[in-house]
């Protein structure tokens, strides 16, 4: 790719997805009174006379988001509309409204385009938002679906990544690790097609996993317990990349340390099972798996008492003082710092190193 004259050229890999955004958006000033958060959470807030508008964007490309080979056009318009709308839900708003583009080439028919179009209204139908407009163009070298989601948030009601404070419980929403161990599984079964194309899929009856990374779902049963039940998170994100990142992106925005227990982590018998048989280790899958969509949140110490058991909610770890570092303990009782090792889609396209 060009270089401008007279310029060095960086790698985009020596910066990373995360150092790439910073890079590209450090020196934005928000000059419009109505914008009231910008770059660097889930989504962006807008206010204009007293309601909020929590806005976010996701963009899946072919090869590195899905693969058609083993991904159904229904599900990915579904995944592509469920990726926004946990964003919107990981700011403890509802969403409203989605906008859908998509760039094809003429290797897709009309029918698969409309197929795609299934999965993002059934989506949509689920929950509750309107298609409003997007955007139609080719594209030479694959498909590429970008969403952009819009949500309403009275302002008493938003929570950020950069509220958690020392003390607080860190809550994670449902089960974690299982979209990874689904993308394993369907790769494989990718390779060995393409190897002997005679053999039949042998997906070992992993309807769970593999619907966990092909048919997420966005938590909105979880944002409406909250709210039912009077607990405001003190800071909130969905699991897109991982817990490990998650995890490093509230403790860095809200100024603190966190504690994790390997043995608290929620990991699905049939996750837990299908990492063993692969050789890897379960706790790794669910803390850089990601693809997960649930929701990681930190609640007051007083509220833990208000979560209830029937809700499929884990307390994991506390809130420490940053001091503290942000570290994982093991069943052994070992204590590690935690990295982020999260799914990341520079890394998956070679960009980066793993
Ligand atoms: P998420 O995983 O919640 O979708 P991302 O990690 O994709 O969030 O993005 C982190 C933040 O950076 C978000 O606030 C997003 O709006 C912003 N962002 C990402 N890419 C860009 C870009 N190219 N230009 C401006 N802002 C960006
Ligand atoms: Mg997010």
Same mark, same amino acid.
């Given at each position: 790719?060009?270089?401008?004259?007279? @310029?060095?050229? %960086?790698?985009?890999?020596?910066?990373? @997805?995360?150092?790439?955004i910073?890079l590209l958006?450090n =020196?934005?000033?928000l000059n419009?009174e =109505?914008? !009231?958060k910008?770059?660097?959470?889930d989504?962006a807030?807008?206010n204009?006379?007293?309601k #909020?508008?929590v806005i976010? %964007?996701?963009?899946?490309?072919?090869?590195?988001?899905f693969?058609?080979?083993y991904?159904?056009?229904?599900?990915?318009?579904?995944?592509?509309i469920?990726?926004?709308l946990s964003d919107i839900y990981?700011?403890n708003?509802?969403?409203?409204?989605?906008?859908?583009?998509?760039?094809i080439?003429?290797?897709f028919?009309v @029918?698969?385009?409309?197929?795609i179009?299934?999965?993002?209204?059934v989506?949509?139908? &689920?929950?509750?938002?309107?298609?409003v407009g997007?955007?139609t163009t080719?594209s030479?070298s694959?498909?590429? !679906?970008s969403? %952009?989601?819009?949500?309403v948030?009275?302002?008493e009601?938003l929570?950020?990544? #950069?509220?958690?404070?020392?003390g607080? +419980?860190?809550?994670?929403?449902g089960?974690?690790g299982s979209?990874?161990l689904?993308?394993? !599984?369907?790769e494989r079964? &990718?390779q060995i097609?393409?190897?002997h194309?005679?053999?039949q899929?042998d997906?070992?009856?992993e309807?769970?996993?593999?619907?966990r990374?092909l048919?997420? @779902?966005?938590?909105?049963d979880? !944002?409406e317990?909250?709210?039912?039940?009077g607990i405001?998170?003190?800071?909130?994100?969905?699991?897109s990349?991982?817990?490990s990142?998650?995890i490093?992106h509230?403790c860095?925005?809200s100024g603190?340390g966190a &504690?994790?227990?390997?043995d608290?982590?929620?990991?699905?018998? $049939?996750a837990? #099972?299908l990492a063993?048989?692969f050789?890897?280790?379960?706790? %790794?899958?669910?803390l #850089?798996?990601?693809?997960?969509? $649930?929701l990681l949140?930190?609640?007051k110490?007083?509220?833990?008492?208000?979560l =209830?058991?029937?809700?499929n909610v884990t307390?994991i770890?506390r809130i +420490?003082?940053? =001091?503290?570092?942000?570290?994982?303990t093991t069943?052994?009782?070992?204590?590690f710092?935690?990295?982020?090792?999260g799914?990341?889609?520079?890394? &998956?396209?070679?960009?980066l190193d793993a």
């Open positions: 790719m060009q270089t401008p004259a007279n @310029e060095k050229r %960086t790698e985009i890999g020596a910066l990373g @997805e995360f150092g790439l910073r958006t =020196s934005i000033k419009q =109505s914008s !009231i910008g770059v660097g959470d989504a807030v807008v204009h006379q007293g #909020n508008t976010t %964007t996701d963009m899946l490309a072919e090869g590195i988001h693969d058609l080979m991904t159904p056009l229904k599900h990915l318009g579904y995944k592509a469920v990726v926004n990981a700011m708003a509802t969403p409203t409204q989605v906008t859908v583009s998509i760039a080439s003429n290797r028919s @029918e698969a385009i409309e197929e179009y299934e999965g993002i209204y989506a949509c139908k &689920k929950y509750g938002v309107d298609l997007g955007d080719s030479l694959g498909l590429v !679906i969403v %952009t989601a819009l949500g948030a009275n302002s009601d929570v950020y990544r #950069n509220g958690a404070k020392p607080d +419980a860190i809550c994670v929403s089960d974690l979209a990874y689904g993308l394993q !599984i369907l079964e &990718k097609y393409l190897e194309p005679d053999v899929p997906l070992e009856n309807q769970y996993i593999i619907g990374q048919k997420p @779902e966005a938590r909105k979880v !944002i317990l909250l709210k039912e039940h405001k998170p003190t800071s909130m994100i969905d699991i990349d991982g817990l990142s998650e490093l509230i860095t925005q603190v &504690k994790l227990y390997e608290q982590v929620p990991i699905s018998e $049939e837990y #099972n063993i048989k050789n890897l280790d379960p706790i %790794t899958c669910a #850089n798996g990601g693809e997960d969509y $649930e949140f930190t609640v110490a007083e509220d833990v008492t208000k =209830s058991n029937e809700w307390v770890g +420490a003082e940053k =001091s503290e570092g942000v570290t994982l069943k052994g009782g070992n204590v710092p935690i990295s982020a090792q799914w990341d889609p520079l890394i &998956k396209a070679g960009i």
